[in-house]
């Protein structure tokens, strides 16, 4: 493991443009539950109920997707960023990020320092909330004290249009421009890091696929095997805050 923690550390040195590719995994190491990891979400609620169609189409779906929503927020809330959260603040400091492309929705790159240019959330973020019809943004908090207070729905205020947190649902389209800009991204990194991801989930995962076919090196941080560990220049199967901080030396 030391051989690969030092092999590590003289790829971000010896980079120039990283990008960093985050997924569910360096969340959990800050206390947040992944979805689809036994004691996740997926084993708590049904994922069905959760499907963009559903939600948008059915009452009895949309009080399941809230009530689920309260509980994951207030821990999503409450949790800190962590070890390697900072470590990827710390690449950034030394002039050496081009980009951060997460899977998470928590907030935590933002709130351990990261340049909100340099984040690009794919799947969104779960702190605001827009209404589908006339697009009004509504602040996570407002309506997190509206739900707690008294249970209901919430729609619109301005058009009684549905509510939802502006996060990508199962079936729902992934934002366009924050997907190209990713994938230009990832075609001039020089090393592209991935970080808690199974790289199972599409087209998000097909990012770093992008980066290492453009000739970057890939370097992937996991506990777990992933589909792109083959084709990576060095695979770390290990906790992320561990290795990535002592790569980075924090």
């Given at each position: 493991?030391?051989?690969?923690?030092?092999?590590?550390?003289?790829?971000?040195?010896?980079?120039?443009?990283?990008?960093?590719?985050?997924?569910?995994?360096?969340?959990?190491?800050?206390?947040?539950?992944?979805?689809?990891?036994?004691?996740?979400?997926?084993?708590?609620?049904?994922?069905?109920?959760?499907?963009?169609?559903?939600?948008?189409?059915?009452?009895?779906?949309?009080?399941?997707?809230?009530?689920?929503?309260?509980?994951?927020?207030?821990?999503?809330?409450?949790?800190?960023?962590?070890?390697?959260?900072?470590?990827?603040?710390?690449?950034?400091?030394?002039?050496?990020?081009?980009?951060?492309?997460?899977?998470?929705?928590?907030?935590?790159?933002?709130?351990?320092?990261?340049?909100?240019?340099?984040?690009?959330?794919?799947?969104?973020?779960?702190?605001?909330?827009?209404?589908?019809?006339?697009?009004?943004?509504?602040?996570?908090?407002?309506?997190?004290?509206?739900?707690?207070?008294?249970?209901k729905v919430p729609y619109c205020n301005s058009c009684n249009g549905i509510l939802k947190p502006d996060t990508v649902s199962f079936g729902q389209t992934m934002p366009q421009d924050k997907m190209a800009r990713a994938f230009t991204l990832a075609g001039e990194?020089?090393?592209?890091?991935?970080?808690?991801?199974?790289?199972?989930?599409?087209?998000?995962?097909?990012?770093?696929?992008?980066?290492?076919?453009?000739?970057?090196?890939?370097?992937?941080?996991?506990?777990?095997?992933?589909?792109?560990?083959?084709?990576?220049?060095?695979?770390?199967?290990?906790?992320?805050?561990?290795?990535?901080?002592?790569?980075?030396?924090?």
């Amino acid at each position: 493991m030391n051989a690969l923690i030092a092999r590590g550390s003289e790829m971000i040195t010896e980079a120039r443009k990283i990008l960093a590719f985050t997924g569910a995994g360096l969340s959990t190491e800050s206390g947040i539950p992944d979805f689809r990891s036994p004691g996740g979400i997926w084993d708590k609620y049904d994922p069905s109920e959760f499907y963009f169609d559903r939600f948008t189409s059915n009452e009895s779906s949309r009080e399941n997707y809230w009530r689920m929503s309260i509980e994951y927020y207030e821990t999503m809330k409450s949790a800190k960023p962590n070890r390697a959260h900072l470590a990827i603040k710390t690449i950034e400091d030394r002039g050496k990020l081009l980009a951060l492309v997460t899977q998470n929705i928590d907030n935590l790159h933002h709130r351990a320092g990261n340049s909100p240019e340099k984040i690009i959330e794919i799947h969104g973020t779960a702190f605001s909330v827009s209404c589908l019809r006339c697009g009004k943004k509504y602040d996570r908090d407002e309506i997190q004290k509206s739900l707690k207070d008294s249970f209901k729905v919430p729609y619109c205020n301005s058009c009684n249009g549905i509510l939802k947190p502006d996060t990508v649902s199962f079936g729902q389209t992934m934002p366009q421009d924050k997907m190209a800009r990713a994938f230009t991204l990832a075609g001039e990194c020089d090393l592209c890091i991935v970080m808690g991801s199974s790289l199972v989930v599409y087209p998000a995962a097909s990012i770093p696929a992008h980066a290492a076919e453009s000739g970057a090196a890939l370097m992937i941080i996991n506990r777990d095997p992933t589909p792109l560990d083959g084709r990576a220049a060095l695979v770390v199967h290990d906790s992320v805050t561990h290795a990535l901080g002592q790569m980075v030396g924090i």
